[in-house]
């Protein structure tokens, strides 16, 4: 399988309202298709999902987390269906390759930004990933950006109170900025400390294994 037979848009606008077919809420979720080895027989998760990545694209990190962390489940969710399509497939050649691996991964094609809350229950989760999202230069488009005001508070719902983390790269120095900006003004986050940092695997596969 190769990506450049995967012909994809690079970013997707998450305000545009595409046909998406959605769960009413996370008790509604079918999870059977993604995670079989890991539902019962109404399709219900016979454990928690740990990771989010949002905005996974083709799925370099997801990857990462199947292997670093076999014991947690992982959920990449994609805007784009050819990079989602990519990704499912991928997902499947590496089960196929490996017996018995890469089952604790999988992904789906949503809008994080309006349907998260959907699939992840109030704090369920232990990390959210956004690694190298759309920076949407111009002003006008800012609203689109994955980090704003009113998204943050989605993503500490559906994180673990006290203990959940959120994760974000990006090679866009404006964008940094404004990440840091949002991050450090809302009342439910605070940075996380260096020494703390360098003990993270998760911060070193970011910077490591998205292919975005």
């Known amino acids: 399988m190769r990506k450049r037979k995967f012909r994809s848009r690079a970013h997707a606008n998450p305000l545009a309202d595409p046909q998406f077919e959605y769960p009413v809420n996370p008790d509604c979720v079918d999870w059977s298709m993604v995670f079989p080895k890991h539902c019962d027989s109404d399709g219900k998760l016979q454990r928690a999902i740990n990771f989010a990545d949002i905005g996974c694209g083709f799925g370099g990190l997801l990857v990462k987390l199947g292997e670093n962390f076999p014991e947690k489940l ?3 969710m994609e805007i784009r269906e050819k ?10 050649a590496l089960r196929t390759e490996n017996e018995g691996s890469y089952t604790n991964i999988a ?27 759309d920076p949407h230069f111009k002003a006008k488009n800012h609203r689109r950006r994955i980090v704003s005001v ?5 993503f500490a719902y559906v994180l673990k109170p006290g203990e959940g983390l959120l994760y974000t790269i990006t090679d866009v120095k404006e964008l940094y900025e404004w990440h840091l900006e949002h991050l450090e003004a809302h009342p439910l986050f605070e940075r996380v400390g260096e020494e703390e940092l360098k003990a993270d695997k998760c911060y070193e596969l970011i910077f490591e294994s998205s292919e975005e």
């Open 74 to 76: 992982s959920i990449g």
């Open 107 to 133: 992904v789906v094609r949503t809008n994080a930004m309006k349907c998260l809350t959907n699939y992840m229950p109030k704090g369920g989760l232990d990390k959210v990933f956004f690694c190298f999202p």
């Open 83 to 92: 990079v989602t399509s990519y990704v499912d497939q991928r997902l499947k």
């Open 150 to 154: 009113s998204s943050l508070s989605e």
